[in-house]
């Protein structure tokens, strides 16, 4: 696998010079001058706030482990870091930690396709075996590159069927040549455009149409074209090895199948990340990226518009007692809710193995949150839960 080998120093991004208080985190402005000249901040976003309780209430009983950044108009909130990276090692994690992001890879899977799209190379509308060959003719036929992005097309989730298969293979070249057969052969699950189904197929696939456009491997074509451009100076996709070997990568911890405590669950990942999950990052690498996507270096104006705004309608669950009403869509790549009046944009990720992970950006408000937690997948929800609340309360 190739490697982007980079640097050991801190990658603080957008973040700048802040300084770093004791223990890891962000040295913050006071309440009053993180309201100067900028909007002001909800006095339980703050340090010492509701949020900033909540998260030190979970670490202290061994629920969270991570990191968790919120800025406002590019200025930092809030940055809490909390648990080991390496418990073996007795190592913290660390503002500058590099997590895995599980399915907030997602996002650059979708941008990666939008700008093959400004370059012509792809369109929305064409379907699967414009690009790839080797499917059967009800999927090449039928299936759309707009369907594939918003989990429209039917497929499946290979992840959860056959996950553990993935962890057998040993090199990049065995996962993109096995997993592309494994896609080659799963069914559909109903006609194309004709339900809902989240897809981790999907987005595996696109992948693949990344690489036969572009002429580039799906991994060097994110470092090149998005990692790169956005100041991504610690993302990666970092293989099995790379993870075992360097000390600023978090390992996952999450207890066994059968119960008990967590334990490192490295070994039961797959080898290398897919167009659905598996790049790693910094919480400053993802700051770097949401400023580089609204910002349009990554995309022209209009095509930044085209893949980050609400396609397709996601029945949502039934709201549960004192929060508002969300109204779902998937977008490609990111998907799109609507709370309260306030959009917000972004993914999240998680894997049993011990992955918990969040990204989202409210365009109207200039809100930035960043969660990075190596527990299993869902533990870090009630306070990505909390943060959204008090973002558009």
């Given at each position: 696998?190739?490697?982007l ?9 957008m ?5 770093l ?6 040295a ?12 002001p901040?909800?006095?339980d976003?703050?340090?010492?706030g509701?949020?900033?309780?909540l ?9 969270y482990?991570?990191t968790?950044l ?7 909130v809030?940055s809490?870091?909390?648990?080991l990276a ?6 913290p994690?660390?503002?500058d ?6 399915s ?20 929305y509308?064409?379907?699967?075996g ?6 059967p003719?009800?999927v090449?036929?039928t299936?759309?590159?707009?369907q ?8 499946g ?8 298969l993935l962890n057998?293979w040993?090199?990049?070249a065995?996962?993109?040549?096995e997993?592309?057969?494994?896609m080659?052969?799963?069914p ?11 897809s ?25 074209h ?5 100041g991504?100076s610690?993302?990666?996709f970092?293989n099995?090895?790379?993870w075992?070997?360097?000390?600023r990568?978090?390992?996952p911890y999450?207890p066994p199948?059968?119960g ?7 070994r ?7 167009g ?6 910094t919480?400053?690498?993802?700051v770097?990226?949401v400023?580089?996507?609204t910002?349009?270096?990554?995309l022209?104006r ?5 893949a ?19 109204f779902?869509?998937?977008?490609y790549?990111?998907s799109?809710t ?9 993914h999240n ?9 969040d990204?989202?950006w ?30 558009v309360q």
């Amino acid at each position: 696998m190739t490697s982007l080998r980079p640097s050991r120093r801190a990658a603080l991004g957008m973040l700048g010079a802040i300084p770093l208080a004791a223990g890891g985190v962000l040295a913050l402005p006071g309440q009053a001058q993180a309201g100067a000249g900028h909007r002001p901040v909800p006095a339980d976003l703050l340090p010492d706030g509701a949020l900033d309780r909540l998260i030190a209430q979970t670490a202290a009983a061994d629920g969270y482990s991570g990191t968790v950044l919120l800025l406002r108009d590019g200025r930092p909130v809030l940055s809490r870091t909390y648990g080991l990276a390496n418990r073996e090692l007795s190592l913290p994690n660390r503002p500058d930690t590099i997590f895995s992001l599980g399915s907030v890879t997602k996002i650059f899977t979708g941008i990666a396709i939008a700008q093959l799209v400004q370059q012509g190379k792809v369109a929305y509308h064409e379907t699967l075996g414009t690009y790839l060959d080797g499917f059967p003719t009800e999927v090449a036929g039928t299936v759309t590159i707009h369907q594939l992005l918003t989990h429209t097309a039917g497929m499946g989730d290979i992840l959860r069927e056959q996950g553990d298969l993935l962890n057998t293979w040993g090199s990049e070249a065995e996962v993109v040549t096995e997993l592309l057969e494994l896609m080659r052969a799963s069914p559909l699950l109903f006609p194309p455009g004709t339900g809902y189904a989240y897809s981790n197929n999907g987005y595996i696939t696109l992948a693949y149409v990344v690489a036969a456009a572009s002429g580039q491997t799906f991994y060097d074509y994110v470092r090149r074209h998005i990692f790169r451009p956005a100041g991504m100076s610690n993302a990666d996709f970092y293989n099995r090895d790379q993870w075992a070997a360097d000390r600023r990568i978090a390992r996952p911890y999450a207890p066994p199948p059968t119960g008990g405590a967590r334990v490192d669950n490295l070994r039961r990942e797959p080898y290398v990340g897919n167009g659905a999950g598996g790049a790693f990052a910094t919480a400053a690498d993802l700051v770097a990226f949401v400023a580089a996507l609204t910002g349009d270096r990554l995309l022209d104006r209009r095509h930044t518009w085209l893949a980050t705004s609400p396609k397709s309608p996601v029945v949502p669950l039934p709201p549960k007692p004192g929060r508002p009403s969300q109204f779902l869509f998937g977008c490609y790549g990111p998907s799109a809710t609507l709370m309260n009046n306030h959009w917000c944009l972004g993914h999240n990720g998680g894997s049993t193995n011990g992955v918990s992970t969040d990204l989202e950006w409210f365009p109207d408000d200039g809100y930035v949150y960043i969660d990075l937690c190596n527990y299993e997948g869902g533990s870090s929800a009630p306070i990505d839960i909390a943060a959204r609340g008090l973002i558009v309360q």
